[in-house]
């Protein structure tokens, strides 16, 4: 998932993330917190972003990933009436705190899980977006 701020700046990585097989999803425009900004806010920076990615691919963009995974009934709402479906991660990645890196957030989730996963899985490299189920808001 992008943030829009980052898809109008770099208009050919989006097409080439996506031209790669990748799905593409909003992570809103200038990743407000849910929590701490008005819904007004939230929904207007959520269209914003989704319509900088579409812009770019000239595609609807069907799934959405909140910022901090944070979600309100105003995220709900909004995802319905875009047609996107939320997305979360399978465990917190930490991506948010101040000083990590993709290597400590791989070892951190690495570590959580292979204390939740069978063998099968402990090997792992990829860390998993996974469909939120919305709950009737």
């Known amino acids: 998932c992008l943030d829009g701020t ?10 080439a993330i996506a031209q790669a097989g990748h ?3 909003s992570h809103s425009h200038k990743h407000l917190d849910a929590w701490r900004a008005s819904a007004g806010e939230v929904m ?6 989704m319509r900088a990615i579409e812009d770019q ?11 901090f995974g944070r979600i309100t009934r105003a995220i ?3 995802s ?6 939320i997305l979360l991660w399978d465990v917190l990645p930490d991506d948010f705190s101040k000083g990590i890196t993709s290597r400590r957030i791989v070892r951190k989730r690495k570590r959580c899980w292979k204390k939740r996963l ?8 990829v860390l998993a977006l996974v469909p939120c189920q919305q709950q009737n808001y």
């Open 80 to 85: 319905r009436r875009n047609g996107q479906q």
């Open 6 to 15: 980052n898809a109008a700046a770099h208009p050919a990585l989006v097409r």
């Open 118 to 125: 069978t063998k099968n899985y402990k090997r792992c490299k």
């Open 57 to 67: 691919l000239g595609t609807p963009v069907k799934w959405m990933r909140p910022p």
């Open 76 to 78: 709900v709402r909004w």
């Open 44 to 49: 207007r920076d959520l269209t914003h972003g």
């Open 23 to 25: 799905a593409d999803g």
